[in-house]
């Protein structure tokens, strides 16, 4: 379960291979840590994929998580106040710009209020949150929700209770100085991907369907880490990535513009928190009082995004966490991606089921799950606070 496909040379997309057995093993590469290589180096925990296959989710388990039935261990409250319910969160990466708005929300103690303790887990990659939370190890995760979509397909008891990132995040950028403004503008061009990668089964589709010819466009595959080098070398004129996090690094460089899969008909899963079935079906109550604060978080880092980004930085000053503005500039960008054109005027965390079906028909379509279920077998709004 979840082996990671053979690596495919580069070529044209009408040349490789279309078949991708182990749809989950290729989302390790799009679970966006804060740069293309993967977080920085700084917490063992959270060492990036590096090219590695995915770990199996028992295997995941064992090594970094404690067992199902060990909870974590914390202070009895003081006298008079009633005990704290202990949840904790299991993250893609370790802190990376959309990690803010929950670091802002556990300092400003609005889980306190809710009778939660939260914990963070730093993680390493979208697919191992998804495996150990399905696992029962946690009680939930935050990362990818492509990843948790495929992880229900494969069989994980895994549902979605907030959409965070509710537009896609995932595209290409590249130079101003390239001319391109279409995606028939990467005919002629080369892109850079990396072997297995979660976004290979779109490309093609994506090309199609914005009248390019997929046998025009070059793709260069090269390793995750180093996809970013690659392109900052000119090896290639389009960079294949989450947009909004490396394109505010990248207009450092020199001017850079980019094209949004789902600006152009392809809309894929951004960023959320899940849970499994277990935890919505007996712990209705905590699930409701957590997301309350979490997306009270979030509310609030839309127009406080440096205080929230400066709260991370302060309580994981262990981790060593290089270059603040970058990730401001990414939480800041993050903003345009918070809804669609369906969810807006909705609480963030909101789904709509419109855009679900058509995600999913997407993934369907492309050979990365099975087939497309209904979309309220994904998610819930079950949680969601009305206001």
Request: charged share 20%; glycine share 10%; with cysteine.
């Amino acid at each position: 379960m979840f082996a990671r496909e053979r690596p495919r040379r580069a070529g044209t997309l009408g040349s490789r291979a279309a078949a991708l057995p182990a749809a989950l093993s290729l989302l390790l590469v799009l679970s966006c840590g804060p740069a293309a290589s993967g977080p920085p180096a700084a917490a063992p925990a959270a060492a990036g994929p590096a090219g590695g296959s995915a770990p199996s989710a028992a295997s995941s388990a064992a090594s970094s998580a404690p067992a199902a039935d060990a909870p974590a261990a914390h202070a009895a409250p003081p006298a008079g106040k009633p005990e704290q319910q202990k949840v904790v969160v299991r993250m893609d990466w370790i802190p990376w710009a959309t990690h803010a708005p929950l670091h802002l929300a556990v300092e400003r103690g609005w889980f306190t209020e809710r009778g939660l303790d939260v914990e963070i887990q730093d993680g390493n990659g979208s697919v191992v949150a998804v495996q150990t939370v399905g696992a029962g190890h946690f009680d939930v995760g935050f990362a990818s929700l492509g990843a948790m979509i495929v992880g229900r397909d494969e069989g994980l008891p895994v549902r979605s209770i907030a959409s965070i990132v509710r537009k896609g995040d995932l595209g290409g950028v590249y130079r101003e100085s390239t001319g391109i403004r279409t995606p028939k503008d990467w005919e002629g061009k080369s892109l850079l991907t990396t072997p297995g990668s979660f976004e290979q089964p779109f490309l093609e589709p994506f090309l199609r369907k914005n009248g390019a010819d997929p046998d025009r466009v070059n793709i260069v595959a090269v390793d995750a880490s180093a996809r970013l080098p690659a392109f900052l070398a000119k090896r290639g004129e389009v960079y294949i990535t989450a947009v909004p996090q490396q394109i505010a690094r990248l207009n450092k460089v020199e001017p850079m513009s980019s094209i949004i899969f789902a600006d152009y008909g392809l809309p894929l899963p951004g960023h959320g928190f899940f849970t499994t079935e277990d935890v919505i079906k007996t712990k209705p109550n905590m699930l409701r009082a957590f997301v309350d604060a979490a997306v009270r978080g979030w509310e609030y880092s839309r127009e406080h995004s440096d205080e929230a980004m400066q709260i991370m930085y302060a309580r994981r000053a262990d981790a060593n966490l290089a270059d603040y503005e970058g990730e401001l500039a990414g939480l800041e960008a993050y903003r345009d991606y918070l809804d669609t054109d369906r969810t807006r005027g909705k609480t963030i965390g909101w789904h709509s089921e419109e855009d679900w079906a058509d995600m999913l028909r997407t993934m369907a379509d492309a050979g990365v799950i099975k087939a497309a279920g209904k979309p309220t077998e994904y998610f819930t709004n079950d949680f969601i606070p009305n206001r």
